[in-house]
């Protein structure tokens, strides 16, 4: 306990000291952004418009706007774009604080903005959600049913990895009764979103023919993947 504190301890006072030195070249890198037509172009976007302000972040986070990486910059425009109800701004705010970028590491307001870029429509959010309240991740308490109504969410939003996992768990009894012909429905929701093996090859599985058709489809078209997956496609035929 005691060497797991101080490693806490000693985690945390670098995560300040980056912080310092973030802050203390951000007049620099502003500069640098006024240099680069780039991030000019994001930040007039983000003046403009709030919501906008989430992509002008990235700037900062990824440096790939003529400009050098300054997490601390990065997490203030997502914070700006989070409070004008942007999904994508509260989904990187969240990261901010979960990783300790341009802000002291806190798992609790990391869960919170990933919350509310969930329920502002971000599909990577609840897809992120209900991978962690599965197993008990990241602050996550293990819920195997808020667990699937996150998959059948982050879905519904359009995330094809999501379909195919909230099937899984549908079939298999987790999480809900389990029910073949619901989790087919998921399944082939999946594979509309997304024609790929891995999406379409769960509705198979279950013995669904239409998902079945899809996949000797794919076989067809892809030689990739009837060298990867040899035996399933030939039974998908």
Sequence with gaps: ELSKKIAEEKKLAQ????????QAARKSVEEACESSEPCRKKKASCERKAKDCADYGLCFEAGNC????N???????????????????CY????????GRGIVEDQTKANSFRNLACELGSAEACYDIGMDAGYGNNGEPRDTARSLNM??????????SACDLAAG?????????ADKDEAITWARKGCKLEAAYQTCS????????????????????????????????????
């Design 15 to 22: 995560q300040k000291a980056e912080v310092a030195s973030q």
């Design 66 to 69: 003529g400009t050098p990486k």
């Design 71 to 89: 997490p601390l910059l990065a997490m203030e425009l997502y914070d700006k774009a989070c409070n004008a109800k942007s999904d994508a701004g």
């Design 92 to 99: 990187k705010l969240s990261y901010s604080h979960r990783y």
């Design 151 to 160: 998959r059948k969410k982050a879905c519904d939003m359009g995330n094809a």
């Design 169 to 177: 768990w549908i079939a298999g009894g987790i999480g809900t009764p």
């Design 202 to 237: 769960r509705g198979m599985e279950l013995g669904d023919s239409w998902s079945r058709k899809q996949v000797a489809k794919l076989c067809d078209k892809d030689p990739a993947v009837a060298q990867r997956w040899p035996k399933e496609c030939q039974a998908a035929h």
